[in-house]
């Protein structure tokens, strides 16, 4: 399983450009996050493929090479705090109610909607601990189920930030249009 | 200056320097035709869009400049997909411009509407819909600067209707590109640079493997410095023929599964690989487990995206070839490898002896004796088009190119019928220049239509189909790996040479050797364009073969006896 953060244009289409990439070099993409940056014209991706590394640099490169793609990086190797969000919808009636509460406050989760044969859980943490609150749950009668998908970013000084815009223009232009 | 979008689109396309449209007319795309009559463009008809987008490809390849099509909505941009594909798998830059139904009914299933921005999105470096006569401009300036800049590639611009026909102001200066800002990448790596310099100079059996991308770049002086720096022979990818004079002492010839078996078996032996503009094709490779196991390789690319995507290497330069090779020269030790050039010369001499060249002439035809000929009589100095197929294989082996942008041929795609429209983009690129185009009796069929535009906009060039009567390089693997199982291979032509005179056209069939180079001087004191139907021997096979999926070392040899196999009454 490889991560990779993308800068995208936020606009539409470059979603499925990234994708429809993905697709055609045969990569599966296990989970991909997009959001608006503090930069609205700017968008972030985490991308989560099952690909091994070589895999992992020909997708990075591939999105560079879109023209809305304006940075792509690899970060599997790097120091990473990653993140994943969980919407669970479980049965619960008078009996199991309270060893449902135990394990909502192992787990550090926390219940957003009581109804009275269910619970909705909000979770959020590595996808390990979701997977494992999951795992628990399951007994009881998992009902539904939302995840946000994975979002990453490198941990400290790493910093991983879009380009300054007007950076590319003027170097494109010297190397563009002219008869070579 | 208050203008149309149709107008804003030619006054664009003129000011890019654009001179010749290759394009078909139609409902969607009306206002830029009624636009394009005004202006100083030339517009090329053709007879279908495919053939619109090859004549672009060939127009850009053969002059290193962008080739520009046009079509309507709908089919008229549907049938663009092919010339699409084959000009982004041979980095070629197109641009496409098609209509679009106005912006008010995008998505409504209108007539003529279809998605060909969805459609191409693999195949093209970059697209865009413009839905607005402001935009135009800026977005042409963006697409012919995408389409030719770093590794150049296919752009399609969608215009719909209703932004042909609005009216906007016009002021070029505030149109420049606004594209994205990206990351630039420091490509330079000085430890990468230097694992390579240690390479180049410690070789003892070196080979260069010359690709298109040294022809793209602009950077054949700067390889033939290198070339001589490193003391090297040099193998070719059929895309990079003429990237290097053939006639280079250096110069090894074509490699892969039709490479001559010399310069196969030198990148077996071989204890360096250094590819400059290249890209590890599966048809340049053969067997990976297998491929040139005893060397380390040297990978100059500009796109990161091919490095260790085919062949794992030891060192990767990524830039433009110029520039990487210019900075390698200067390091690199010019090392005796006599011992090694003499090693593959003498493995040359060792097929040449196979070569259908030096067996005696018994009066049948082979496909091998017309392209030599025609190399022979033009003295390797035309602009050659061809299809795909056996007689691109032969090509690539009897016509021995010297300049760059002289052999133009679908390589990655390997597009059938792509020979006949890319001559007549060529032909309008370099109209002093003389375009033969070799083309098999299959390929030919598939687009013999664009005779017609030949005739309409007075061109002249020269056709030679070799005609075998079979489509040749699919009867050669139903010979070798099917048990001569010929199913739908033996195919039914025309008369072609009444064809031609149908259209207006001078056409000779040729049936006997000596006939070959009489026509072909006639034909080329010719103004106008001939066509030469050259009748050759119907079951030859191209040798030597390295099989779909074999190793390199694993070649499939031309029988010392080819006239006992194959040779039949005419």
Known sequence: MQTLVAYVENKPGVLNRVSSLARRLAINIDSLTVGPTENE??????????????????????????????????????????????????????????????LIKVFRARVVDVAPESLIIEVSGTVDKIDGLLEVLRPFGVLEMARTGRISMTRGGDLLQPPAPESANSELESTGSSVK | MKLTGAEILCESLTRLGVREIFGYPGGAILPVYDALGKSKLHHVLVRHEQGATHMADGYARASGGIGVAMATSGPGATNMVTGIATAMLDSSPVVCITGQVSSKVLGSDAFQEIDITGITMPITKHNVVVTKAEDIARTMREAFLIANSGRPGPVLVDITKDAQQASAEFNWEASAPKLPAKRQRKNHDQTEFDRAVEMLNTAKRPIILAGHGIMVSGAMRAFEQFVRAANSPVAMTLLGIGCFPANDPMNLGMMGMHGEAWVNNAIQEADLLIAVGMRFDDRVTGDLRTYAKSARKIHVEIDRAEINKNVQVDAALVGDAREVLERLTPHVQTCDHSDWIRHVAELKGDSAVRDIQSLPDNGHLYAAHVINDIWKETRGEAIVVTDVGQHQMWEAQYYHHNRPRTLITSGGLGTMGFALPAAIGAKFAKPDSEVWVVVGDGGFQ????????IVQEKINIKIAIINNGFLGMVRQWQEFFYDKRYVATPLVAPDFAALANAFGIRGERITKRAEVVPTIRSARESAETVLIDFRVEQEDSVYPMVAAGASLSDMIRRPNDPLVETATEP
């Open chain 2, 446 to 453: 598939m687009t013999m239509s664009e005779l017609a535009t």
């Open chain 1, 41 to 102: 014209t700017i968008a972030r991706m985490t991308i989560v493929a099952h690909t091994d590394e070589r895999g992992a640099h020909r997708l990075e490169a591939s999105l560079e090479k879109l023209v809305d793609v304006l940075l792509a990086e690899n970060i599997s190797t790097r120091a990473l705090l990653e993140r994943d969000l969980a919407l669970i919808k479980v049965s619960a009636d008078q009996q199991n109610r309270p060893h449902l509460m135990e």
